[in-house]
């Protein structure tokens, strides 16, 4: 498989994020500050061969335009997602505080939450220490 520079510099990003979902807009953004130039439909090009090698994978986050992308294929466990309402970063947290609530939630409510799709909103470390 044909890897290029700018395969190889989306792949890289993505890897050192392993702990967050990351957008198209991220990935352009990122490509722009490391003087990258490489347009939307590139990378949208890069992220599917990614995708078919099994590099990445593609998941849809409801509220976002678009798909976000993580490094490696999709987990088997559940994971929640914490969404900065600032900067945009989606983290993933496995917390068994969270698989408490679900569970009380389903027993005292008689409701499943599905984990898969879990997001909570607020801000994340980086914006609140920056904000001050």
Partial sequence: MYNTKQQKAILGYIAENTDSYITVNQISEHMKE?????????????LEKLIEQ????????DGLNG?????GQPEERAYF?????????????????????????NS???FSINQNKTIFYGICKTCSVSAL
């Avoid at 798909?67 to 490094?71: I, W």
């Fill in 34 to 46: 490391q003087h990258i130039k490489i347009g939307l439909t590139t990378i949208y090009r890069h």
């Fill in 54 to 61: 099994g590099l990445i994978s593609k998941i849809k986050v």
């Fill in 67 to 71: 798909a976000c992308f993580k490094y």
């Fill in 81 to 105: 997602g914490l969404k900065c309402e600032k900067c945009g970063k989606i983290l993933k947290v496995d917390c068994s505080h969270l698989k408490l609530f679900y569970e009380h939630i």
């Fill in 108 to 110: 005292e409510h008689k």
